[in-house]
């Protein structure tokens, strides 16, 4: 059966999704960018990748929905909701509408509400991994009424589809809980790259991070999350001097501040007494301590 992709955006998960997509053969790609139409700032940028992936760019939204098979909103998700309204005016000839924003699972329900009052499955899309590393293959974690068929459509061109039960918001609420840590990791190292510029001790941080940081990330995030329960108290202190040598060279230290209030949340606790000082031994512990507390 031959399939015509729609892109409505076409930015990095357009790009990197058509690339790959079409490397494994798959037939027509098109996209829609309002950002190409309109003749923005980034216009070319668009139309030049457009051609290097063998996509189709069409001049209008409705253009888009007639044409494609299936559409994959890849929008920031400021715009989603409001993208899809606006989809909904138009003749859709597409079977299948997906979602792959960083929406809020409430905007992905609401969604997926207004797409089936027209008879039109809804995917919830959440992608859990860099996009010029795995291109189309990239982890995709679906959910809502679409996602079944989604993956049915798709796993034969490599497309890495994993179901996860629930409506729509659900792929979404997963996505959004990994992003604290993968872009609070990513503007960490920011910071903590700016203080150690400023020191001249770039490559001896990073050799020693690395150094930390061998190992399974499941040992290290299970001893890094224990540890907290008994050393969050010194460690804020050890943080607040970081501060001030930050200070003195100049650097802004967003991240930092903040390191410090979350330890010192954990601090009030009051479980170093409580534990002896020693960590528990294992995460659901830790939960359970938590829970005990009420630390949410």
Request: net charge negative; hydrophobic share 45%.
């Amino acid at each position: 059966m031959s399939l015509t992709m729609g892109f409505l955006g076409f930015g990095e998960v357009g790009y990197y999704m058509s690339k790959g997509l079409k490397q494994s053969g798959f037939g027509r790609i098109a996209a829609f960018d309002k950002g190409h139409a309109d003749g923005g700032p980034f216009a070319a940028t668009i139309a030049s990748r457009a051609e290097e992936a063998g996509v189709d760019l069409l001049p209008s939204l409705a253009e888009l929905l007639k044409q494609s098979d299936i559409v994959i909103s890849a929008l920031p998700a400021k715009f989603t909701l409001d993208a899809a309204k606006e989809a909904l005016k138009c003749e859709i000839s597409a079977r299948l509408f997906v979602d792959v924003s960083t929406a809020k699972p409430a905007v992905k329900k609401e969604i997926e509400e207004l797409f089936a009052a027209r008879g039109i499955k809804f995917a919830d899309g959440a992608m859990l991994g860099p996009l010029p590393n795995y291109s189309h293959t990239v982890p995709i974690l679906a959910s809502g009424g679409g996602a079944a068929e989604w993956a049915e459509l798709m796993t034969p061109w490599g497309m890495k589809i994993e179901l996860t039960e629930g409506p729509a918001g659900t792929a979404s609420s997963i996505k959004l809980v990994r992003s604290v840590f993968m872009k609070g990791l990513e503007a960490l190292l920011v910071e903590a790259f700016l203080f150690a510029r400023k020191s001249g001790a770039e490559e001896l941080v990073l050799n020693s991070i690395s150094e930390t940081l061998k190992g399974p990330f499941q040992n290290t995030a299970q001893r890094m999350i224990a540890a907290d329960l008994v050393h969050a108290e010194r460690r804020s202190h050890e943080v607040e001097e970081s501060i001030e040598l930050m200070k003195d060279l100049g650097v802004e230290p967003i991240m930092a501040e903040a390191i410090v209030k979350r330890l010192k949340k954990s601090a009030s606790l009051g479980t170093r007494e409580e534990l002896g000082g020693v960590p528990p031994k294992s995460l659901p512990e830790v939960y359970e301590i938590w829970n005990k507390k009420k630390y949410f």
